[in-house]
């Protein structure tokens, strides 16, 4: 039948019409706020991770970075502070406490 028309082929290019038509999401993520604030990393033994991960747990479960951002923060005033005062003997370019 020469009038007839395909249904499928005529409902994919309607879908594919309005698909066109749709705004388009943003490709990338603004990464500006993670790119602003700066990050570190430490290499710390098992048994002191294991304790920021207690420490935040019986802080109500906080985040494990805020408990080690509150210790860190805690440990530079005490030292600051004069209460604070590590025994440690040089290693090359590494401090290891006195055991």
């Avoid at 749709?22 to 990338?28: C, E, F, H, N, S």
């Avoid at 790119?35 to 002191?48: C, I, N, Q, S, W």
């Avoid at 985040?63 to 860190?72: P, Q, T």
Wanted: glycine share 8%; charged share 35%.
């Amino acid at each position: 039948m020469p009038g007839r028309r395909d249904a499928l082929k005529t409902t994919a290019q309607d879908a594919q019409e309005v698909l066109a038509k749709r705004p388009k999401a943003p490709t990338t993520r603004n990464r500006q706020w993670d790119a602003a604030r700066k990050r570190m990393t430490y290499d710390l033994p098992e048994g002191v991770i294991a304790r920021v991960r207690e420490i935040a747990g019986e802080l109500g479960g906080v985040r494990v970075s805020e408990a080690a951002r509150l210790l860190l923060e805690e440990g530079i005033a005490r030292y600051d502070a004069g209460e604070l005062r590590p025994e440690v003997r040089p290693r090359g370019a590494t401090l290891y406490p006195k055991t």
